[in-house]
């Protein structure tokens, strides 16, 4: 188990962060926790650390969220999402982690100027669909950062609350439980990670509560207005990261 006390500093709001995300409150939010881990072991160390934490928190979110999910747009989303994940599997280890951070970066920002600079309105673009999925799959796989597409895929489409939270609920955690397997065969599930993710449970749990709670006590506009909010500010953090690696 890992004892430094300066790794537990970060981890531990980027674990709560990850589990309001989970809970339902903006799901490009968890996308500070690896970067907030990094700064005290290596990305690959704590994305590995925090998969685990996140299956279970998958979990939690699954049983209050999974009976809104559109399972119609969610079978439009996985097959292409588990392409990514194998694609990334294959690249693990040899892509460089600002190599990912300046695409995700660059996307998210290009979506955020079209939606509120260029006001332009989109017919359904499948082939866009299929990419962002993927992409979204090849991310969360890399970095966990597999928000971002996932939010440009479905924020367009205007769903309740409900259901934009459900999908995404349901999406990730397939997403995650998938992604062991790669982890795994790196390796990356040796003794101090795992007993150091089981350390850092309760404070999985506690993010994920506190995120339903929210959830149920704001509006949807609210929850579209930080979902976007969310979104400019880890493209801004993922674009520096990428440019300042």
């Not at 690249?91 to 998210?108: D, R, T, Y």
Request: net charge positive; aromatic share 12%.
């Amino acid at each position: 188990m890992i004892s430094d006390l300066g790794f537990y500093l970060a981890a531990i709001p980027a674990v709560f962060f990850y589990g309001m995300a989970k809970g339902g409150v903006g799901g490009i939010l968890g996308m500070l926790s690896v970067p907030l881990m990094a700064m005290s072991v290596s990305p690959i160390q704590a994305a590995a650390i925090l998969l685990p934490l996140l299956c279970v928190m998958d979990l939690m979110a699954l049983f209050y969220h999974r009976k809104n999910c559109n399972y119609a747009v969610l079978k439009t989303m996985l097959p292409w999402a588990i392409v990514g994940i194998l694609i990334a599997a294959y690249f693990m280890g040899q892509m460089p982690v600002h190599v990912v951070e300046l695409i995700i970066g660059g996307l998210a920002m290009a979506f955020l100027v079209q939606t509120f600079l260029l006001k332009k309105t989109e017919s359904s673009n499948p082939l866009k669909g299929y990419a962002l999925n993927m992409l979204s799959g090849f991310s969360s796989t890399i970095a966990h950062a597999g928000g971002p597409p996932v939010s440009m895929y479905l924020l367009p489409m205007k769903l309740p609350k409900e259901q934009l939270i459900g999908t995404s609920v349901v999406f990730f955690a397939v997403v995650n439980f998938i992604k062991l397997v790669p982890y795994s065969m790196m390796g990356q599930f040796d003794v101090q990670n795992l007993l150091t993710s089981l350390v850092l449970i309760p404070i999985a749990f506690l993010g994920v509560r506190f995120g339903v709670w929210l959830v149920k006590v704001i509006s949807q506009e609210l929850i579209y207005k930080i979902s976007y909010i969310m979104l400019f500010i880890t493209g801004i953090k993922m674009l520096y990261s990428g440019l300042v690696p």
